[in-house]
């Protein structure tokens, strides 16, 4: 519990901002019991899993949960008192984590735990709610907290600001608060009234950062069926429908067919997606979920469908949103949300001071002897690559970021995208996204924070005339295998970047390269040689971008 007392006044620290948890979809009203009987909906949850200690024995690894851990680490609170939630007259800390309970009210007309309520009343249209209406519950949700916590001090309103986490569908509650409640305007007047128009307007503006897990931002996809048709209305299925998708995220017609466009609604930097891509594990429906699916997926949502980039009209150019890729299911046992990779990723984001982005830049790719004498004699080549990267960072028994092709979550490329023939620009691999954070520092008297990538590039098959080249040639060949060690030290007091790096170093200790920075907008970049010396091989440099990060 995080109450404070009357006497005491509440303190408002960036970055440590109040965190709204919304969760996802529950479709039967079973299930939405299941979830109302629980106070924080799945939040409070975590896992134990089995690992192999140094001495090869097999030890347990306990996740206490999100919840837990927020409060054991950053000291956050709930907002719980004597069985009521946030009740009448109770001040909270800043340091608070609010479970959004929007399916309270799913069957409940008369259900309102707002006695002291200020704001004036939300009217929602029929029984069963819609993401529309969730999404106002959200931006109401935002004025009562920021209420309790600057209980009418003008300081602590100047600093109030507010994070959004969710979950699978929880995720597309938020962008429809951020893309259509919160923009305002004739339709949200119309539905909800001009005084909750401007309320959310203003509730929208003090969001800072929000993080997904495993949300279907370009909506569900099912084996030979393809989206969830509009028409499968049975338990609201039809949330995940992208035609009905561009109703309650409020998309342009030009945005095509695809529904995960922040549309410049939100700032993309600051939208962050964490993808699960372990199928296998996804036990909902007996493991039926999993099989429609198919794999490149978390069991329900597709790998291709689980992040954002925003793109605010046709002609602008397009920002891809964060993201990083774990080994995670969208639920259960072997859940994202109750994951160390996804508790690691989320303090990072929310609370890290730098974040820095990786992209492989390829200038050359060289074929087996055999291809290019084939190739020089006119005959059509293709190769097509995987690109696998883990990113690993010290003191987490977890990985960060993870793509590999055993997984079926590595990069995919074809020769012609990296070297195109018609002039346009080459579709460099974009690696990863990373935030560190000095308060996961392992040595806290070093000022440098570290991490290591994990880089292997494998050929699956190279075609000659149309035809698998068989000879000489193992599908899976590995170009490149590879691992990166680099040590950032921000800028402190004025002093420039020091940024140190070593590629499959004898003596991990040593940091034996100093990287050669060029100074950025925002921060610096600076270019990593990769080389496998070897035919067929690859040539190229590890670009690599940090900047401070709030």
Request: hydrophobic share 35%; net charge negative.
């Amino acid at each position: 519990m995080s109450d404070v007392q009357a006497s005491e006044k509440p303190v408002i620290t960036a970055p440590f901002y109040p965190i709204i948890y919304v969760r996802g979809f529950a479709g039967s009203e079973s299930e939405i019991d299941d979830t109302i009987a629980d106070p924080y909906m799945g939040f409070n949850i975590g896992a134990t899993k089995f690992r192999q200690a140094w001495t090869g024995n097999i030890r347990r690894h306990y996740f206490e949960s999100p919840l837990y851990r927020l409060t054991k680490d950053f000291r956050y609170g709930d907002v719980y008192t004597d069985g009521v939630y946030m009740p009448s007259g109770m001040t909270i800390d800043a340091r608070s984590v609010i479970v959004y309970r929007y399916y309270d009210e799913q069957f409940f007309d008369d259900l309102d735990d707002d006695e002291d309520d200020a704001d004036p009343p939300l009217k929602v249209s029929g029984k069963a709610r819609q993401i529309e209406d969730f999404a106002a519950g959200l931006g109401k949700l935002i004025q009562k907290v920021r209420r309790r916590i600057c209980d009418g001090d003008p300081e602590l309103e100047k600093k109030f600001k507010v994070n959004l986490v969710g979950h699978s569908m929880g995720g597309l509650i938020i962008r429809s608060f951020l893309q259509n409640i919160g923009q305002g305007g004739k339709p949200v007047t119309d539905r909800f009234g001009a005084k909750w128009e401007k309320l959310f307007k203003e509730s929208r503006s003090w969001v800072d950062k929000v993080f997904t897990y495993a949300t279907p931002h370009n909506g569900i996809d099912v084996g030979v069926i393809g989206n969830v048709p509009g028409f499968f209305t049975a338990n609201d299925a039809n949330n995940f429908n992208r035609d009905r998708m561009r109703e309650y995220l409020r998309l342009p017609k030009w945005s095509d067919d695809r529904a995960d466009n922040l549309l410049g609604c939100f700032e993309a930097s600051r939208f962050f997606s964490l993808v699960g891509t372990n199928h296998q594990d996804y036990a909902v429906l007996y493991g039926f979920s999993r099989r429609l699916i198919g794999p490149a997926s978390d069991g329900l949502v597709r790998i291709a469908n689980a992040t954002v980039h925003s793109q605010k009209t046709q002609a602008s150019a397009k920002e891809e949103g964060p993201r990083a890729f774990v080994h995670r299911a969208h639920s259960g046992h072997f859940g994202i949300v109750n994951s160390e990779e996804g508790y690691q990723n989320l303090i990072r984001f929310l609370f890290g001071n730098v974040r820095v982005d990786g992209v492989l830049d390829i200038d050359e790719l060289t074929l087996p002897e055999e291809l290019e004498k084939a190739k020089e004699d006119g005959r059509q080549i293709r190769a097509s690559y995987h690109f696998d990267v883990i990113v690993r960072t010290k003191g987490i028994d977890c990985d960060l970021h993870r793509r590999v092709h055993e997984e079926g979550s590595a990069i995919f490329r074809k020769y012609d995208d990296m070297f195109p023939n018609d002039g346009s620009k080459p579709r460099s691999p974009h690696l990863f996204s990373v935030f560190l954070s000095s308060n996961s520092r392992v040595e806290e008297d070093r000022p440098s924070l570290s991490f290591a990538v994990d880089l292997a590039v494998r050929v699956p098959e190279y075609l000659v005339d149309r035809k698998l080249w068989r000879s000489k040639s193992y599908k899976g060949s590995t170009l490149l295998d590879s691992t990166i060690y680099i040590e950032a030290t921000a800028p402190i007091q004025g002093n420039e970047w020091d940024i140190k790096y070593s590629v499959d170093p004898q003596n991990l200790a040593e940091m034996t390269d100093s990287a050669a920075l060029t100074k950025t907008s925002d921060g610096v970049e600076f270019a990593i040689p990769i080389d496998s010396e070897t035919t067929p091989g690859l040539r190229g440099s590890l670009r690599v971008a940090a900047k401070p990060w709030a």
